[in-house]
């Protein structure tokens, strides 16, 4: 069942927190770095849990990690790793958050390199799910198959966020650039 139509089956509540992120935001290019960031954040931090669970600690995951600015993460000190660890708002996984301060380093890089992590994705554009796959192993922590496939299609790279009789399908596609459509 596809995420578009799983969310027709739910209850009013879990509903209106899917619909906003389906509706809004999932399959949607991402211009902005930060939000990049914080989307490979919230779908390393959702393996092995539902993705409801890091819809509903969103906002105190933007809180934790200073709205996941880059330049702040990257620079995190070990008080900032244990505050992370006592934080009982966000996923408390030392391998996780872990990860998300060494990602932030490394896109610190990329962005020296290449100007901006948009620019870097753009530049290895496209690619089939193995290659990203294994881009991503190589560049980043805790990156593996499905956080990678999940990350991408949430942000348009890879097909598959939504179905092509899906309402909203139609709008993701106009939204993105014409080279992000080319195959």
């Not at 089956?9 to 619909?19: C, D, G, P, S």
């Not at 092995?48 to 809180?63: D, H, M, P, V």
């Not at 290895?124 to 956080?147: A, D, N, S």
């Amino acid at each position: 069942m596809s995420y578009c139509s799983a969310i027709e089956t739910m209850q009013a509540e879990r509903k209106i927190l899917h619909k906003n992120y389906h509706d809004k935001l999932y399959g949607f290019p991402i211009h902005d770095d930060n939000e990049l960031f914080c989307r490979l954040v919230l779908e390393i931090n959702q393996a092995g849990l539902s993705w409801e669970t890091i819809l509903k600690k969103e906002k105190t995951f933007r809180k934790a990690y200073h709205n996941f600015n880059i330049r702040k993460v990257a620079a995190y000190t070990e008080a900032d790793r244990e505050r992370l660890l006592l934080d009982a708002g966000i996923i408390r996984n030392r391998l996780k958050i872990n990860a998300a301060i060494e990602n932030a380093k490394t896109i610190r890089q990329i962005q020296k390199e290449f100007g901006s992590f948009e620019n870097w994705l753009q530049q290895h554009h496209p690619k089939t799910k193995q290659e990203w796959v294994k881009l991503f192993k190589q560049t980043f922590k805790f990156t593996g198959g499905e956080i990678v496939n999940e990350f991408l299609m949430s942000i348009g790279y890879l097909d598959g966020a939504h179905s092509p009789d899906c309402k909203i399908y139609k709008i993701v596609l106009k939204a993105k650039p014409m080279w992000l459509k080319a195959k």
